[in-house]
């Protein structure tokens, strides 16, 4: 079965005048990864579908979407699967590609149907694309590394960059993930934007009772949202995207618009923040 929500874009104005209620409608994803089901979000940022595969054991097979106005959810879109459960198979254009912990297999447009079996647990991001970039299985030890932070300021980190130019083609889709180093729980701060491309977050690996205070809105507008276990968030493009965790977690990002540049960030100077 497959279930799709859609979320409209709303201006910083709009986001600005909402309570707590309002921002979760609007951006924060909970529900995911339920046993037997695929569930994803339209986004109507940048038009990023983003959700979710736990097939069980047994096989769940992801093809056409209403929302995506095509026969297949492929033929005009790539995708990101990153397994965060134990490994397991996916199966797309004729190929099974087996998925461990931590891994991510790309898919390029007009792939067709896609087949998630076995324990994963499976996060799909999906962006619109305009040519056919090979499928291919990224692991760990190809991913680029890039270590931030400090103890001392809580935020000692390494951004695993998976879906990145330097890795793998993609057409607009850039996504990894970033772990923290013990006791350090600062995510993305010092804070940025980046208005070219919208974000979206999936939190996991946090322990049961535990948050993270994710953070969002432009920089002199903060509003928070309190995040638990394999939630996701969608980060608009005017929004900051950084949070707190009251224990350890990894989240996952990903990124769709107009670049794929990493790197192009608009930082936010702690005064600024509001
Ligand atoms: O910990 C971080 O800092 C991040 O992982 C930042 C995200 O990757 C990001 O916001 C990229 O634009
Ligand atoms: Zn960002």
Redesign the pocket.
């Known amino acids: 079965m497959t279930q799709t929500e859609t979320r409209y874009a709303i201006d910083p104005a709009s986001a600005r005048s909402l309570d707590t209620q309002g921002l979760r409608d609007h951006f924060h994803v909970g529900g995911l990864f339920a046993p037997g089901e695929i569930r994803l979000v339209y986004s109507h940022y940048d038009r990023l579908i983003l959700g979710s595969a736990v097939p069980a054991g047994g096989a769940l097979v992801l093809d056409h979407v209403a929302e995506a106005g095509t026969p297949s959810i492929l033929a005009r879109r790539e995708m990101g699967v990153l397994n965060i459960g134990p490994a397991g198979e996916v199966t797309v254009g004729g190929e099974t590609h087996r998925i461990g912990t931590g891994e991510i297999l790309y898919i390029g447009m007009g792939s067709g149907p896609v087949t998630f079996a076995g324990e994963g647990r499976y996060y799909i991001l999906s962006a619109p694309a305009h040519r056919i970039c090979p499928t291919r299985l990224v692991t760990a030890d190809i991913a680029r590394r890039v270590e931030?932070?400090a103890k001392a300021t809580a935020?000692e980190?390494v951004?695993m960059q998976f879906l990145h130019p330097e890795v793998v083609e993609t057409c607009q889709l850039?996504m990894?993930?970033?772990r923290f180093q013990e006791g350090s729980v600062w995510?993305?701060?010092p804070a940025?934007t980046?208005d070219r491309?919208m974000?979206a977050y999936l939190y996991f690996d946090l322990a049961e009772g535990s948050r993270v205070f994710h953070l969002m809105g432009e920089p002199t507008e903060t509003r928070h949202i309190v995040m638990g276990n394999e939630e996701a968030v969608i980060s608009p493009p005017w929004s900051i995207?950084?949070g707190a965790g009251t224990g350890a977690y990894t989240?996952c990002?990903a990124?769709a618009g107009d670049n794929v540049d990493?790197t192009d960030?608009d930082m936010v100077a702690m005064e600024t923040l509001r």
């Open positions: 931030m932070g935020n980190r951004i850039v990894g993930y970033t995510n993305t701060m940025h980046h491309r974000e995207h950084a989240f990002w990124m990493f960030m």
